[in-house]
């Protein structure tokens, strides 16, 4: 299965809707602004594999200075199969370190699993705490006895009005322990509350990928990219747009997500 993640639950315009990270990500003060999102997305794919359409609502709420809790709910249709998704998280902060735990699941035939659950421990460096390092596990029980086991690491350089960051991840996947890996990397141009540009590659090793019309070979390489503009307009409401592209041995995707949101 695909190692970010599994069965196809990488949400276009749930995942890619986050903000990306402020500076001094594990600071305790000021606190984070809440906010709430919503977007529609339309993928066409190619070789009668059936187009991707849906909609994504995404909340963030803080809960004073030390936790944020996210929610998020999917409605989509991929592959000729429709389903549901929805999952919790929350971020603690302690010092300079902090935690990020969430935990989903979702319906359908096949595009979503019955139960996600990430885990990841990360730190601020330095003395601007501008080097953030996270590492973490991923478990997916996915259908049709399909399962997934993943770790990760990232690492990100804050600057004025840019980060740079650059991670991977290995997968397992389960029947058969199919190993795969895929690197990635990000540049994000801009600043909150302002107008952010974020571009973003991954390349790799996919293991299995359930897609209704047949189960792919084991272990394929598959690239993909995205470009996303997250706009404020008066501060508090704002708009975001991403496109993306995706290719394997099977098919190309290509696709956009338009979204609208407001910060509290």
């Known amino acids: 299965m695909s190692p970010r993640p599994s069965v196809l639950l990488v949400v276009a315009g749930a ?3 986050a ?7 594990a600071q305790e003060a000021p606190g984070p602004a809440g906010w709430l999102q919503a977007a529609g997305f339309y993928h066409r794919v190619t070789d009668d594999f059936g187009d ?5 609502l995404n909340l963030v709420a803080p809960a004073g200075r030390r936790d944020i809790w996210y929610a998020e709910v ?10 549901a998704y929805a999952s919790l998280g929350n971020r603690h902060g302690f010092g300079d370190w902090f935690t990020l735990l969430s935990v989903g699941g979702g319906t359908g035939e096949f595009i979503h699993p019955d139960l996600r659950a990430d885990f990841t421990l990360g730190k601020a460096w330095l003395s601007r705490r501008n080097l953030v390092t996270m590492a ?3 478990y997916v029980n996915a259908k049709l006895g399909f399962e997934d086991v993943a770790a990760f690491g990232s690492l990100a350089l804050y600057f004025p009005g840019v980060v740079v960051e650059a991670g991977g991840r290995a997968n397992w996947s389960y029947p058969g322990a199919v190993e795969a890996s895929r690197g990635f990397g990000a540049i994000t141009l801009g600043r909150e509350r302002r107008r952010y540009v974020i571009l973003r590659g991954s390349a790799g090793w996919e293991g299995y990928q359930l897609t209704g019309v047949v189960t792919t070979q084991r272990r394929f390489r ?3 990219a995205s470009l996303a503009w997250r706009e404020w307009l008066g501060g508090k409401v704002g708009f975001f747009l991403q496109g993306e592209w995706y290719d394997n041995s099977f098919y190309t995707r290509t696709g956009a997500t338009v979204g609208v949101f407001r910060h509290w």
Request: glycine content about 12%.
């Open 15 to 17: 995942l890619i809707a």
């Open 19 to 25: 903000p990306p990270p402020t500076p001094g990500l």
């Open 52 to 56: 991707w359409k849906g909609f994504a």
């Open 74 to 83: 999917v409605l989509r249709e991929a592959f000729n199969d429709q389903g």
């Open 136 to 138: 973490g596990v991923t």
């Open 222 to 224: 598959s690239y993909e």
